[in-house]
């Protein structure tokens, strides 16, 4: 495949099977619902549970998912869709900071009646903030789904350790990969005379 001059990343590519999937991550409705999910081990969460957590959480800011809101008995389901992300930073020529693209693609994708769904998230939510809402619409209908943050992520930079978000969402050191978010280096002494975490948005 040829390289695609407007990414700033590698594409990366995960399965999500067998209690994961693209919806919920494995958590269902009732998960979704549930305690928010946590890490392990806190201070080294990994990427799954980095995306699972995202995943609930961006459900619930989006959608009404308590018992008396309806979804999932007047509206809505959230069934199991196994199938691959794929995702990568992107910037468009002249932007100082890259955008975050995801593209979810379904097991039962039929590529010879193809349905793509693209589905910007509002505000400034991550790239899963649309996908109680196109995730949930395109999913379960085989489409593939495409999300974008449309550079306006949190992102952060934490200016003591000089580290940031990763394309996995873990933390990375500024200069040993693409960040979502990163700052440029500050006058001399700036880091260390004012510690603290900056955001892209």
């Known amino acids: 495949m040829p390289a695609l001059p407007f990414l700033r990343s590698e ?36 990427a799954a549970e980095l995306r ?14 308590s018992p008396t809101g309806g979804f999932g008995q007047t509206y809505g389901a959230v069934p199991d869709v ?11 020529s002249g932007a100082r900071q890259p955008h975050r693209l995801l593209a979810q693609i379904p097991d039962h994708f039929d590529p010879q009646r193809r349905c793509l769904v693209v ?19 395109g999913l379960p209908k085989g489409c593939a789904v495409v999300y974008t943050d449309k550079g306006a992520g949190t992102g952060f930079f934490d200016l003591a350790s ?35 975490v900056a955001f892209k948005h």
């Open 11 to 46: 594409i990366r590519q995960t399965t999500h099977r067998d209690g994961d999937d693209l919806l919920s991550a494995g958590l269902g409705l009732a998960g979704l619902r549930g305690n928010l999910v946590e890490a392990a081990d806190p201070a080294a969460p990994t």
């Open 52 to 65: 699972r957590r995202a995943i609930q959480q961006n459900w619930r800011g989006i959608v009404d998912l």
């Open 82 to 92: 196994p199938g691959r992300e794929l995702q990568a930073f992107a910037a468009l």
């Open 119 to 137: 589905s910007p998230v509002s505000g400034s939510r991550g790239v899963y903030g649309a996908i109680g809402v196109g995730g949930a619409w």
């Open 162 to 196: 000089q580290e940031g978000v990763a394309l996995d969402g873990r933390r990375a050191r500024r200069g040993e990969t693409a960040l979502e978010f990163d700052p440029g280096p500050g006058p001399q002494g700036f880091e260390s005379s004012w510690p603290g």
